[in-house]
Structures are given as C-alpha cells and as structure tokens.
C-alpha cells in the first residue's frame, strides 16, 4: 500500500497566543499515533505577531498578502493540499477549538473509505462545550436548512473540525465558499454527492482570539449563509441536471 | 411658449463641457477605463443635447403623457444610475474573485521560494564543508 501523506490545515487570524499551543498539540497526537500528518499554518493577514510566532515553530506555513477571511484562507490550504498531492487534509482552528485528539477519529472512515467528508460534531455526544444559546438555534435552523436542500442531517454544520479525501480535495481546490463557509461547503458537498458522515468529538471553548461571529454580525451571519446556501444550490443543480 | 432665459442654458453647457473635458482627462490619464467611460460619455452627450434644444424635454414628455417634465428626467436617471451601480457591483465581485485567487497564488509561490532558498542554502553549506 502506498504510504499515505495527510495535511493539517490550520488558518489563523490574529491567534498568537493560541497558534503555538495548537501546533504543539499535533505534533504531540502525530508521535502518539505515527499518523504521517504535516502541519500546514495559514496566516491571513494577521495584524499581531502570529506571522513571527508561526516562523519559529516547526510546521509549513502559507502567508496570505491579503485577509481573505477564513473561506478564502482555508481554500489556500486546500489548494496547496491538493497540489502537493496529499491525499486527506483536516481543518483544525488556530484558535484551540478543535483538540487534535480528535484527529485518529476523525479520519478514520477516510481510511476505510466510508466517507469522502468527515466532520466532527460536538452535539453528537453531549460533551465539552456546547457553544452558546444562540448559535444552538442557528446551528439548529442549518440543520433544517440541509436536511431541506440535500436531504441529509449534518447535526452540527458550523462546525469547522473537518477531514477531506483527495475527490473533496479536487472540489474544494476549484471552489470553495468565501466568508462563512462550513454551513455551505455541505450543501456543495451534498450535491456533488459525497459520503458525509459525523463523527462524536469534544471542543473545547477558544483558548485566545475573538470568534468571528459577535451579536450584530450573527444576523448578517444567518442571510448571508441562507442566501449563499441557496445559490450553491441552485448552481450545481443546474450543472448536475 | 415662454422663453426660458438663455443664463441657465448656457450654464449647463459649460457644466456639461466641462464634466466632458475631466472624463476625457481621466482616460487620458489612464485613471479610467475606457470601458467605463462610454457610460459617462454618452451621459454628457445627451445633456448637451437638452441644453441646446430646449423644448426637446418638454416635446418629449408632451408625446410620452408625461404632465411634469422634469420628473421624466428624475425617472431616467435614476435607471441609468441603477443600471450602472447593478454593473459596479458585477465588476467588483469579479474584481475580489480575480484578488482571492492571486493572493492563493502569491501565498504558493512565496512558499515555494523560501523553500528554495533553505535548500539552496543547505547546498551551499554542505558544498562548504566538502571544501
């Protein structure tokens, strides 16, 4: 069997009290399980010092000239990923959200081939942190929103704790959505027919940084997501009829 | 028909003379686009028009059953500057796609030359020692 190669991708904005912390932790999962992961760091324009930070740790790290924001940041990863021939890359927050715990579980139905896409759910098992009320009933209003356009149940689609295989890799290298794209990237997965499947994981509540969602965008939050949801939906159902 | 005054014709003339001169300085300039400038042109035309022929508004809404003239101007208006807002806004979504991925581009790419750098360097270091 050819040997695997696996990119972890961790975008950053403004995380320098969090980025090392979260690098670390890989590495400590990678000699614990000899997963043959690489750590990739994707720098979008932070404006503190997590560019001098990333330097000195031992990982690959991308530095975008420009903010794209997390879609946009994310999607260099992907690309680079994609180009350099890994076969899985898994998205985990620079800002300490995600365990790399998780990792061994989140990409074990790719190395079965029981999914194409794995994310993982915090609201599966009913531990760690849960995320505050309002972002609950948003999660719940996407969860109906999917379940509507692609008939399938993502229980915890804002969740951006997420392993791709290389036919995601090749999707999300040509499009990717750009400002808050996990509720949406699922629809497109959805309907470029890829096995989605939920895996039970722990978060954690963010270490350092600012989530990039506060009160007055959350409503923002909702249309944009709803309206950028519904065209990916109407744009690639028109290229799959 | 009363005759307007001629002071408030000729002022539109020269405003529209004017607002002409700094387009075309623009593109001259290389500040704008030809292709955003046609608008802008044929803006200019058509009120140098009206200003010349001065019942020509008044014909026109006379034919179109429109009572108060001016308010055929506002409705014009306000189309051409809705149309052209509806197409600022396509450019400047084709704009920010074209800049995302330039700035993937340019992220690749600034990797790959350090990477060639640090090898390049290990070469030379290793080429010293074999000296």
């Not at chain 1, 990237?185 to 895996?199: D, S």
């Not at chain 2, 806004?89 to 796609?97: D, G, P, T, Y």
């Amino acid at each position: 069997m050819k040997s695997l190669r696996i990119l972890v991708v961790v975008p950053c904005y403004n995380e320098q009290s969090s980025v090392a912390a979260v690098v670390e932790d890989i590495r400590r999962v990678k000699i614990r399980t000899g997963l043959p992961v690489d750590t990739l760091v994707v720098n979008d324009c932070s404006t503190d010092n997590t560019l001098a930070v990333v330097r000195t740790l031992d990982c690959l790290h991308l530095d975008l000239p420009v903010n794209l924001g997390i879609g946009g940041c994310m999607q260099a990863g992907y690309k680079y990923a994609y180009r350099k021939g890994y076969d899985m890359a898994v998205q985990i927050d620079g800002d300490g959200q995600h365990p790399a715990d998780g990792l061994p579980k989140l990409l074990e139905p790719l190395f079965d081939d029981r999914a194409d896409v794995v994310i993982g759910s915090r609201f599966l098992e009913r531990k760690g942190f849960q995320s505050s009320f309002a972002r609950r009933v948003g999660i719940r209003y996407f969860r109906w929103l999917n379940q509507l356009l692609i008939h399938k149940t993502v229980h915890d689609s804002t969740s951006g704790f997420r392993a791709f295989n290389r036919k995601t890799l090749e999707i999300v290298n040509r499009y990717y959505p750009d400002e808050y794209p996990e509720p949406e990237a699922i629809v497109q997965f959805g309907l470029h027919k890829l096995r989605l499947l939920e895996v039970p994981v722990t978060m954690e509540e963010r270490q350092g940084g600012a989530s990039s969602i506060t009160f007055i965008r959350s409503i923002y939050y909702l249309f944009k997501v709803t309206l950028g949801t519904l065209f990916v939906y109407v744009r690639l159902r028109k290229q799959s009829l | 028909m009363q005759s307007l005054p001629i002071t408030i014709q000729v002022f539109s003339l020269i405003g529209t003379l004017i607002f002409m001169g700094f387009i075309a300085r623009l593109i001259v300039r290389g500040k704008l686009r030809e292709e955003y400038s046609f608008v802008w042109i044929a803006c200019a035309i058509i009120l140098i028009v009206f200003s010349i022929w001065r019942d020509g508004l008044t014909q026109i809404s006379l034919l179109l059953g429109v009572f108060y003239p001016p308010s055929l101007i506002f409705l014009f208006a306000i189309f051409a500057i809705i149309c052209f807002l509806v197409h600022l806004s396509v450019v400047n979504s084709r704009l920010q796609q074209s800049i995302k991925e330039l700035t993937h581009e340019v992220a690749i790419l600034k990797k790959e030359v350090t990477d060639l750098q640090n090898t390049g360097n290990l070469v030379l270091e290793n080429e010293k020692r074999s000296d």
